[in-house]
């Protein structure tokens, strides 16, 4: 009996091992199956590396798409807040200053902080024209009452004033002018125009700096034409003394503005004409500033 149960613990022995022989090799198979996909992953790496370059492709036409929003697809709109007022003594009800101002408003479908940076000019401009007014309320009430009676009951106040006009707009310019005058009883107010130049895609004003790339060549081209056009009539009687040592300080920073002709250089009253000249606007022909002009400006 004893030697029985030592055979039957002997064949369970064997029988034990041999299962244990079969599982060892399921195991290892298992294990290259668990082995397999990352062999797989290691060939497909190629693939991965296309797919991101996808990605690292989607991301730059996400970012040409941040870029393309900043360049408009329309051309402004603009309309005006009219600020215009009568403003009078609030002890006699005498007119002491008329006023007149239409501020331009500035609308980009889809470019909200571009329009604001463009409103933005106008707005400071405005309130630097109501600083200007209070002054001007001042004096007229300083002059109003140093007057007789007789003079002060034909007092008919003073004016000042600030009229905006588009001159172009487009997705790439918007040009802007602003007529502006002051008078204080004299024979004629004195009148100037000056004007905004926009970058539209950006929002920024524009200055000479920006417009040429080579402005002292610019500068002799403009000039010319400003020489051109004031030695002929209309305006050769009206010509200064030593006008042409003023020719040069024509072309300013807030003088000039773009149309689908070209560069228009403004030339106020009193810079190498009388009065009785007016304001000229000398247009200078894209073609003629090609070489010495910023071609992002060129229409």
């Known amino acids: 009996m004893k030697k029985k149960l030592i055979w039957l613990a002997l064949a ?3 029988m034990a091992a041999a299962c244990n022989g079969k599982d060892k090799p399921a195991k290892n198979a298992s294990e290259q199956n668990t082995q397999e996909p990352a062999e797989g992953n290691r060939q497909e790496e190629p693939s991965k590396t296309e797919e991101n370059g996808k990605e690292e492709e989607n991301v730059k036409t996400e970012k040409d798409g941040e870029s393309r929003t900043t360049e408009p697809s329309k051309e402004p709109e603009v309309t005006f807040t009219d600020y215009s007022q009568e403003i009078r003594d609030e002890e006699n ?5 008329s006023v007149t101002e239409n501020c331009p408003v500035i609308t980009i479908e889809g470019n909200e902080d571009i329009s ?47 009229n905006y006009k588009v001159m172009y707009a487009s997705p790439k310019i918007l040009s802007i002018e602003s007529e502006n005058y002051d008078w204080q ?29 080579d402005e002292v060549k610019a500068r002799k081209i403009v000039e010319q034409h400003i020489l051109d056009t ?16 003023y020719v040069p300080d024509v072309m300013t920073e807030n003088t000039f503005y773009f149309n689908k002709k070209g560069l228009v250089i403004i030339c106020n009253p009193y810079m190498v004409t009388a009065y009785v000249a007016g304001t ?20």
Do not use: R
């Not at 004031?230 to 040592?245: F, N, Q």
């Open 185 to 213: 009883g004299s024979t004629h107010p004195n009148t100037w125009t000056s004007s905004y130049c926009f970058d539209v895609s950006t929002g920024d004003l524009l200055y000479l700096a920006d417009v040429f790339t």
């Open 93 to 97: 009800d005498v007119l002491l200053l």
């Open 116 to 162: 604001q940076k463009m409103n933005m000019v106008f707005e400071q401009q405005h309130i630097t024209n109501q600083d200007e007014i209070d002054k001007k309320v001042q004096e007229a009430k300083d002059y109003l009452g140093s007057l007789p009676e007789e003079e002060a009951g034909a007092w008919a106040g003073y004016g000042y004033g600030m």
């Open 230 to 245: 004031i030695t002929k009539d209309p305006y050769k009687d009206a010509l200064l003394d030593d006008y042409e040592a």
């Open 12 to 14: 369970f022995c064997l």
């Open 280 to 299: 000229i606007e000398v247009e200078v022909p894209y073609e003629e500033l090609k070489e010495v002009m910023n071609e992002k400006y060129i229409i």
